[in-house]
């Protein structure tokens, strides 16, 4: 049997590791961020990581009297001093969600102590939009944020019509569930934007979708396309989003090579109320996962499935389709318990040919905490790889180890979107 790795050994590695991954630079292949020019759709600062929606679920937990219409209703400052005073003046702020506030106010301050949010506000208030984006990235270590773009946002796309301005932190991602989720009005809205389509999926409607995707690929230049799917979205099927799904969206994808992202297992709305905050989690049925891999052998996906039920299935479906890049711990999955969980066993069964993280962040700040909690992580899981490794006498020299690394932070989502399947 090898004998275990000396503490000292383990120690010296651990150092290596977290000074490697501390070093690379991140690619943040999924969040919802966006450059300056989008105005008032890039949130920042503490109101609104205090408003973020996984916060207020958390507050109103807190707060039985309080109507969730009446908290929408207030300006967000009110709304912050809301969540601020139940989630970590009332309570000590131990969620996922709190901590991550605190990482981030740590990084900017070095403190995150002050329990007086007027001080917090202070700090944020002269930060411009450029200057705080080099310094959340910096903070954060990121290279790269991958947008959210929706053309059917009516506010985002009154920026693109302008004349977008390509800014080199930032890279776009189009955003297409409305095809999917809701037919009928997606179809009335193409129609309102001088797309021809008709309710019935005929050869003119599936020339009107294409045309729609032709015009937005060219205009935001996407380095992916992707939905959020409902649960019930199965392939194959007769259904109209099956019918879109296949007949329209997989051949343009495949013409121009463009790898579709596939986030599943959002169950929308469980409770309308709370808004952003009233989705859940529903389990995917692998076998439409696994439909598409094996139909569109030229297509690529990159899939993220929000139910921890879900997660080997993935993996195993990954390792008999290369056309599968499973992503990100998402949403109610990116937590420490899930990440470590998740990263070890894509570890286990993929090797690197993953991608562990993306912040999903709403917030500009929060890619700090989202990647700082990740990093720690990654460091206990990778140390634990490495050192089972090295028992053997395979000794990881640091090349190689920034070469893997830099992978996991980016470079196999990189790798994945140029590469050309069959
Ligand atoms: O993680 C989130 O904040 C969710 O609200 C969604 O944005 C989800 O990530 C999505 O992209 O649909
Ligand atoms: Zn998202």
């Not at 120690?11 to 590791?17: H, Q, S, V």
């Not at 169950?267 to 808004?275: E, F, G, H, S, Y």
Request: glycine share 6%; with cysteine; charged share 25%.
């Amino acid at each position: 049997m090898n004998k275990p790795s000396s503490p000292s050994s383990r120690a010296a590695l651990r150092k290596r590791i977290g000074r490697v991954i501390a070093a690379t630079p991140v690619t943040d292949m999924h969040t919802h961020l966006y450059t300056p020019r989008f105005g008032g759709l890039l949130l920042r600062g503490i109101d609104a990581l205090l408003t973020y929606h996984y916060l207020v679920a958390e507050t109103f937990r807190w707060n039985p009297d309080l109507d969730p219409e009446a908290l929408f209703s207030w300006p967000v400052g009110r709304q912050a001093a809301r969540v601020w005073q139940s989630l970590f003046i009332d309570h000590s702020p131990v969620s996922e969600s709190c901590r991550g506030v605190l990482t981030s106010l740590q990084a900017f301050k070095g403190n995150a102590g002050d329990r007086s949010l007027d001080a917090h506000r202070r700090f944020f208030a002269g930060l411009g939009a450029d200057r705080h984006i080099d310094l959340a990235m910096k903070l954060a270590n990121v290279e790269c944020l991958v947008m959210t773009n929706d053309p059917y946002d009516d506010v985002e796309r009154q920026v693109w019509d302008k004349g977008y301005k390509a800014d080199r932190r930032f890279r776009t991602a189009l955003r297409i569930d409305t095809l999917f989720t809701n037919w009928p009005n997606a179809a009335a809205r193409l129609n309102a934007m001088g797309f021809r389509v008709t309710k019935d999926l005929t050869p003119a409607t599936r020339k009107g979708i294409r045309a729609f995707l032709e015009h937005w690929i060219a205009t935001m230049k996407p380095v992916y396309m992707m939905a959020s799917l409902p649960p019930d979205f199965i392939l194959p099927s007769k259904t109209i989003p099956a019918r879109i799904f296949e007949d329209v969206v997989m051949p343009l994808a495949r013409e121009r090579n463009l790898a579709f992202a596939m986030m599943i297992g959002c169950k929308r709305q469980i409770n309308p109320a709370l808004r952003l905050a009233g989705d859940g989690v529903a389990n995917t049925d692998m076998a439409t996962i696994e439909y598409v891999a094996r139909q569109y052998p030229g297509n690529k996906f990159l899939v993220t499935l929000l139910a921890r039920e879900n997660q080997h299935a993935l993996c195993v479906i990954a390792r008999k389709f290369r056309n599968i890049l499973p992503f990100g711990c998402w949403w109610f999955l990116n937590s420490p318990v899930f990440i470590n969980e998740i990263t070890r066993m894509r570890l286990e069964w993929l090797g690197l040919s993953m991608m562990p993280q993306h912040s999903d962040a709403r917030v500009l700040d929060q890619i700090i905490y989202k990647w700082n909690h990740t990093k720690n992580i990654l460091v206990d899981v990778l140390v634990d790889k490495y050192g089972d490794v090295e028992h053997t006498g395979w000794k990881v020299g640091d090349d190689e180890l920034r070469r893997d690394v830099a992978g996991l932070l980016g470079g196999a989502f990189w790798q994945f979107l140029d590469a050309k399947m069959e």
